[in-house]
């Protein structure tokens, strides 16, 4: 039994990691949104005078030992390689017409860097992002414009996105909470934005301060001012397979606010599974949900790989026309207190499977197997890498 004092975290972060932690054990019982309800009520959170928003004394009984995955890396490989395969032969068994080209987002830089526990300095992120855009990635997004109160790791922004190079084939998307975030991007000349929903009402207040109606109301501001620079813009739709505070999240709401955003403007919608819960199942109803509402070639599949099932619903959305797909470099973020605990799926991962299946991608991933081993490094954590 361990008792854990989740301080000094932001809000985003003590989320993940206590819906992770949570959820670890659990699954997949049936009993996660109980759960998952009781165990928020045991906790205490308070808005302090610098907005940071921090669980006090948070119980979790739980075992630290059983959180690390029991399977080394070479049998994770063969699991993988076993998967393509069944995957390959359904295909070619039922005739399924795949994309014959993915565009992998990296998201490393942003989703990855901001859970991760050691302050990274703005030098070794531009030469991050550098590197990733010179490997073929044609989207690499940068940062965000938050508030540094609320994810310290990002408050180098306008350093960062003015110290890379800007390659014209390559995007470097930008997360933008609000007007506020969108003047500081547009000072440093960033060309693409994203904003960021829920398709919960509890984690969108706990991440971002507000109700889903107020979010949408701030995007819509966002957004038409963003289109007065002609910027492009994202939209992101977190939680779409379950909340880490109100447990299950219904396909239709995930519909419902992915084709607000999509009405509102923005060229693709980026689903996320923010605390990797996802299964295949779950996977194909909520895109059998969402495609009525928004067509097929402007979604993307934003995974997080939890419980090592980002791949397998990855797969799903391929059979589904998805073919776009956000990943981390090396499997950036996921959480410090369980250090095999996976963040983002792993971009390494994702190439190769995705090559497996004769995908084109356009990415080098020798070069990409090399960044992630030295971003890892530079980290001090472990590299979801699968591959030797
Ligand atoms: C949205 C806010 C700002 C609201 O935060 P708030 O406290 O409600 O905002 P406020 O308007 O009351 O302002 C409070 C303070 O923040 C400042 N402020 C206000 N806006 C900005 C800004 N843009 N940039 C810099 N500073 C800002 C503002 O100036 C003020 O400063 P003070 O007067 O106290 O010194 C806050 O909640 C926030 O920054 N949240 C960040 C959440 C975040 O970054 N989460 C991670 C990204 S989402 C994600 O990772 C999921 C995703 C996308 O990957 C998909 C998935 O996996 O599911």
Redesign the pocket.
């Known amino acids: 039994m361990i008792f854990l004092i989740f301080q000094n975290l932001t809000i ?1 972060q003590n989320a993940i990691y206590f819906g992770n932690i949570l959820l670890y054990f659990l699954y997949p019982k049936q009993v996660i949104k109980s759960l998952l309800n009781s165990s928020l009520k045991s906790s205490q959170y308070t808005n302090k005078n ?2 940071i928003y921090k669980y006090k004394s948070v119980k979790i009984n739980c075992n630290l030992n059983k959180m690390a995955s029991t399977l080394t890396k070479a049998q994770r490989l063969k699991n993988l390689n076993d998967l393509l395969s069944q995957f390959s032969n359904k295909v070619k068994q039922n005739n399924i017409k795949l994309p014959k080209f993915v565009k992998v987002v990296e ?1 490393g830089p942003r ?1 990855g860097l ?1 859970n991760e526990a050691t302050l990274l300095p703005a030098k070794d992120k531009i030469d991050l992002i550098n590197r990733l855009s010179d490997s073929g990635l044609k989207t690499v997004e940068t940062t ?8 310290p790791q ?1 408050g180098d922004n306008m350093e960062v996105f003015a110290g890379i190079n800007k390659y014209p084939n390559v995007s470097y998307p930008c ?4 007007v ?2 969108l003047e ?1 991007a547009l000072k440093v000349g960033v060309k693409e934005i ?1 904003v ?1 929903g ?1 398709a919960s009402e509890g984690f969108t207040q706990k ?4 109700s889903i109606a107020e979010s949408l109301e701030r995007f819509r501001a966002v957004i038409e001012e963003a289109k007065k620079h002609n910027l492009l813009v994202r939209g ?1 739709v ?2 779409v397979m379950g909340c880490p505070y109100q447990g299950d999240v219904d396909p239709e709401k995930v519909a419902e606010v992915s084709k607000i955003l999509y009405d509102m403007g923005c060229y693709e919608i ?1 689903l ?3 605390i990797g819960i996802g299964t295949p199942e779950k996977t194909d109803k909520m895109l059998t949900a969402v495609k009525k509402q928004v067509p097929v070639e402007k979604l993307a599949a ?1 995974f ?1 790989d939890t419980f090592d099932k980002a791949i397998s619903n990855i797969l799903v959305a391929l059979e589904h026309g998805v073919s776009v797909v956000d990943s981390s470099i090396a499997g950036l973020g996921g959480c410090p207190y369980a250090k095999k605990q996976a963040g ?1 799926v792993c971009t390494e991962n994702v190439v190769y499977s995705l090559q497996q299946l004769g995908i084109e991608t356009g990415i080098d991933l020798l070069k990409l197997k090399q960044i992630g081993s030295d971003i890892t490094t530079k980290l001090k954590r472990d590299n979801m890498c699968l591959l030797e």
């Open positions: 985003r610098n907005q998201v989703d901001q965000s414009f938050v508030s540094p109160k609320w994810v990002m997360l933008v909470p609000n506020k975030g500081q994203a960021f829920a991440n971002i301060n507000c992101y977190s939680t980026s996320g599974d923010t934003h997080h983002n």
